[in-house]
């Protein structure tokens, strides 16, 4: 979750990166327009990369900065008034995306029985800091600008930064690293799917999927 602070301009925004929506390629590519890390504590501006991963992954709440959600960022002092920009995931989509982790602690087939999923999903939430699996709708806040990951990040999405910030913004950056835990994901499974709609209900209503 850092605030973006550009040294010519002074501008600023807070970028609320929901997990699994874009957020490492978002970031190298407002990055590429000119745009820092501020820390949102010490307003120091974290251009050394080092300084920056550190930052974001360090924990507010037990949450790794680069994750925390609206119910720790909303007592930060320093993002008050400043216009919030996240993008969210079809609810399905974004957890098979991320399900790598679940594979590894849980039998797989697990994940398609009802019972088990809400047992094993919390679980996984408390095993790991960086928020995966928290319904998206608890990241954002009545006044955060969002854009769906199923719209693209073409000229629509450039025009659509480029608005709420007053920039001239576009994509410099179009490949960013992968991990492993890009490649290997649950198998999608009507039971899967199912669980996850009855779980992740209020993504699908507040957000239209």
């Not at 190298?28 to 974290?46: P, Q, R, S, V, W």
Request: positive net charge.
């Amino acid at each position: 979750m850092p605030i973006f602070h550009r040294a010519d301009t002074h501008q600023r925004f807070f970028f609320i990166h929901i997990p699994r929506t874009a957020g490492r390629f978002l970031k190298e590519n407002f990055t590429a327009n000119g745009y820092d890390i501020e820390h949102h504590l010490t307003k120091e501006i974290l251009k050394d990369s080092t300084k920056m991963a550190n930052y974001v992954r360090a924990l507010s709440q037990n949450v790794e900065n680069a994750h925390v959600h609206f119910s720790i960022y909303n007592k930060w002092k320093s993002i008050k008034d400043l216009p919030s920009i996240a993008v969210v995931r079809d609810p399905v989509d974004k957890f098979l995306s991320g399900s790598f982790f679940l594979t590894q602690n849980f039998n797989p087939s697990s994940w398609d029985n009802w019972r088990s999923f809400q047992t094993m999903l919390p679980a996984c939430m408390s095993m790991h800091a960086n928020n995966w699996w928290l319904p998206q709708h608890e990241f954002v806040s009545s006044n955060t600008k969002i854009w769906k990951y199923e719209d693209g990040f073409g000229k629509n999405f450039c025009d659509w930064i480029s608005n709420i910030l007053s920039i001239n913004f576009s994509i410099k950056t179009p490949f960013y690293t992968r991990v492993i835990y890009d490649q290997s994901k649950l198998v999608k499974t009507k039971a899967l799917v199912n669980n996850i709609k009855k779980f992740y209900h209020k993504d699908f209503e507040d957000f239209n999927y």
